[in-house]
């Protein structure tokens, strides 16, 4: 059965490593969007039960904005997702530390439309049921 592993990295001046790290472990293709998490936001925006309806201009301007990034891929079911995590830590570090990302992976009971990489461009042959080269 396929999977889908989705990685949230909280620094993202570090996605492009992790993108290549995941390249080169296989990965043939992949989605990044950006993402904030309610911890952050907390943290960032003081959330209180007493917050004005319409917050000051001042307030809203001086705030920046921090996201992360989400990254995620829909990965065969002999793919090696042990070597992708020790190849997204190498990158970021423990994945236990605080604030260093989250990274899960969820089995994908039907996945249609996926096509392999190939150098080059264009998509390699037609695969069937699960994913599978027919």
Known sequence: ???????VVHDPGRVNEVVRAWLAAGVT?????DSSGLGR???EHDLRDDLPLFPSLRKVLEG???HSRLLFSVVSDDFDVDRLIEATERVLGSLDRPDSGILFVLPVRRAVG???YRA?????APRGPEGRHP
Not at 1 to 7: A, E, G, I, T, Y
């Open 114 to 116: 996926l096509q392999p």
């Open 64 to 66: 920046e904005e921090r």
């Open 41 to 43: 936001h907390a943290r």
């Open 120 to 124: 080059g461009g264009g998509a390699a």
């Open 1 to 7: 059965m396929p999977q889908l592993v989705s990685l």
């Open 29 to 33: 293709g992949m989605t990044l969007l």
